[in-house]
């Protein structure tokens, strides 16, 4: 099974900005991994921000974005609040399976 | 409103089976996907697997490592989902989640692909003797 690689921690400053990335064990992460992030606050389920590796859902905020950066997915934040700070998982599919990645704890301070 | 309520966890002994429910409202259930995932205490999100609507053949994908212990089907004029767990292990406790999933078709590739947009609000097994 593959390996989906997260950064475990990363810190941002309230307005600033910060890219998570996500790694594959196979290789370049390409648009037919179809990254999904998804976010997770202390004690809620996880919610998902991106799909198909830029796109976005209706509740995602504009200050998030997607995109493919130097063989891996990556999820950039621009101007961080600190409601932001949660976990954030990426998910890639393989065919017919898919694997999450570990998770990024984000702290915004 | 979309929603998913998950129920059925609680707590079993090594090597028994529980079923958990994933109930939907809000959307039209035959026409989509539901995959579940679920969280060890303390630990990472893991996906479990999913099954497909009647649509594009009804069938299910496992995760390699829960392939044989984990079933997944669905009843669609109860709008619910299920995971079968068989022989549990103390490593299956967690929170269990599903989640909506959409299908997509990939015409360079001539592959499905899914998009998964709504969670549940999970449903916890604990695996203690």
């Known amino acids: 099974q593959a390996v989906v690689t997260q950064d475990s921690s990363v810190t941002v400053s309230p307005g600033g900005t910060v890219t998570l990335t996500c790694g594959s064990s196979?290789?370049?992460?390409?648009?037919?991994?179809?990254p999904h992030w998804s976010q997770q606050k202390p004690g809620q389920a996880p919610k998902t921000l991106i799909y198909?590796?830029?796109s976005k859902h209706s509740w995602t905020p504009d200050r998030f974005s997607g995109s493919l950066l130097g063989g891996k997915a990556a999820l950039t934040l621009s101007g961080a609040q600190p409601d932001d700070e949660a976990d954030y998982y990426c998910l890639l599919s393989y065919g017919d399976t898919r694997v999450f990645g570990g998770g990024t704890k984000l702290t915004v301070l | 409103e979309v929603d998913l309520v998950e129920s059925g966890g609680g707590s079993v002994q090594p090597g028994r089976s529980l079923r958990l429910s994933c109930v939907t409202s809000?959307?039209?259930?035959?026409?989509?996907?539901i995959n579940w995932v679920r969280q060890a205490p303390g630990k990472g999100l893991e996906w479990v697997g999913f099954i497909r609507s009647k649509a594009h053949g009804g069938t299910a994908e496992y995760a390699a490592s829960l392939k044989g212990r984990f079933t997944i089907l669905r009843e669609d004029s109860r709008r619910t989902a299920y995971l079968q767990m068989n022989g549990l292990k103390i490593e299956d406790a967690g929170v269990y989640y599903c989640?909506?999933?959409?299908?997509?078709?990939?015409?360079?590739?001539?592959?499905?692909?899914?998009?998964?947009?709504?969670w549940g609000h999970g449903t916890t097994v604990t695996v203690s003797s």
């Open positions: 198909h590796t830029a």
């Open positions: 989640t909506r999933d959409e299908r997509f078709f990939n015409l360079l590739t001539r592959s499905e692909y899914y998009v998964t947009d709504v």
């Open positions: 809000g959307f039209t259930f035959g026409d989509y996907a």
């Open positions: 196979t290789g370049a992460v390409t648009i037919e991994h179809y």
